[in-house]
């Protein structure tokens, strides 16, 4: 792999592509598949990396199937059927597959949160279900209705009420939201947390939630994707911002550029060019390796490596202060 450069953190790339990417696509499916990508990502107890991967099969439906692997690299062993299918006779939400997961471990339940894209012909929508192992999932059906997606609850409580970011659909453009809920099933006092910007920016019109945002000391440390619309297509490019931790509907922090798009051949072409689409990481034992797994133009997924200090370094240094709502 090549290794980040020491101390150097204003500068991009701040993301390091592994040098054998894409590590999982469809061929190493243990069935018959279209393509694998958008993958959630966890540490298990075990020390195991788990990836539950967004699969497209063959009649075009998205199910969710797992991934376990000893380095989070290779060797990954493939659960042999899907792990989490839709299920349309109880959930009609989800008559036209279940995509894009992401995984958040929730201390005070002892369980992974996972919420991901139930989708039919009401548009998509956001799904919750918890699961202590990947194996059994006890579902919560939608808690978002159509047309949204993009979702992940926060790992903690704030004043008392569970938080979830997620991406609305609105007359004026796909922004960033956060909701509140008590008891993971009534949400409310929603919010605008950041707006998709306009004009020419690589992140106008539409952004979305990547990976479930990452505590740190300074705040909330948020991945999130852009979408630039072009004439030959869209492409989705990574930006980073800073949320207050005990008020993550304030943003303190967001990125003046973009810091990871499509650039390698396997996110410049596939089912859909030019897409980078994480949707988990894990971090290493130093707390500070922050290992970013993604969809690769819809066919593949990759992975690639940063530092959580250096991510925020280059916040401070290429940032527009304040607030996200008033771009
Ligand atoms: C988004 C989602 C993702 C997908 C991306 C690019 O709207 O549907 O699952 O990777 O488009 O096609």
Redesign the pocket.
Known sequence: MEQPRPGVCTDLPLLTRYSDNPILSGHDWPYAVNSV??PGAVLLPDGDTLLLC?VEDRSGLSHLCAARSKNGINGWRIDPRPTLMANPRDYPEEIWGI??PRITYVPELEQYAVAY?SFARGG?GVSLALTKDFRSFERFGVIMQPED??AALLSRRINGYWAMIHRPMTTTGAHMWISYSPDLRHWGSHKVILVARRGGWWDANKI?LCSPPIETPKGWLTIYHG?RVTASG?I?RLGLALFDLEHPETCLQRGNSWIFGPDAPYERVG??HD?V?PCGQTIGADGDTINLYY?AA?SSIALATGSIRCLLTWLDANSSAGDGTEQ
């Open positions: 990508f958008n967004r995509e894009d894209t998509p997606k993009d979305g979408v869209s989705y089912d859909v897409v689409f969809g819809d």
